[in-house]
């Protein structure tokens, strides 16, 4: 994955030390429930005659399949949930800052603030 969004420069990461367990636990439910509903379905489709080697080796092999796949989309909900009990900040943004607007040219910064007209 990329560090940060190309389009507005959030970063994918917010800094923390365990910053990564909320995406691995979204990551890790969904895989889950995909295995058990996929498990279910299989059952459910071939009663009385299920053919268990074959629906074990199918869901083995979804499990290491499944959370490889799902896991950029898991790091971003993560991302989501978080930007909505932690606003952004200037600080979630690469560069810290550096895509907050400029000033127009023309414009008196603070350098030429106080100072006396040429």
Same mark, same amino acid.
Request: aromatic share 10%; glycine share 12%.
């Given at each position: 994955?990329?560090?940060?969004?190309?389009?507005?420069?959030?970063? %994918?990461?917010?800094?923390?030390?365990?910053? +990564?367990?909320g995406?691995?636990?979204?990551?890790? =439910? $969904?895989?889950? *429930?995909?295995?058990?509903?996929?498990?279910?379905?299989?059952?459910?489709?071939?009663?009385?005659?299920?053919?268990?080697?074959?629906?074990?080796?199918?869901?083995?092999? %979804?499990?290491?399949?499944?959370?490889?796949? +799902?896991?950029p989309?898991a790091?971003?909900?993560? =991302? $989501?949930?978080? *930007?909505?009990?932690?606003?952004?900040?200037?600080?979630?943004?690469?560069?810290?800052?550096?895509?907050?607007?400029?000033?127009?040219?023309?414009?008196?910064?603070?350098?030429?603030?106080?100072?006396?007209?040429?």
């Amino acid at each position: 994955m990329s560090r940060s969004c190309p389009s507005c420069q959030l970063l %994918l990461d917010r800094g923390e030390g365990d910053y +990564f367990l909320g995406g691995y636990t979204i990551n890790f =439910l $969904a895989s889950e *429930l995909l295995i058990v509903v996929g498990a279910g379905v299989g059952i459910v489709l071939t009663w009385p005659e299920v053919p268990w080697r074959l629906l074990t080796w199918s869901l083995v092999s %979804l499990m290491v399949v499944a959370p490889v796949i +799902f896991y950029p989309f898991a790091k971003t909900l993560w =991302l $989501a949930a978080d *930007l909505i009990f932690r606003p952004l900040t200037l600080k979630d943004l690469e560069g810290h800052g550096e895509n907050s607007p400029a000033e127009p040219d023309g414009d008196e910064g603070p350098a030429r603030k106080g100072r006396a007209g040429p």
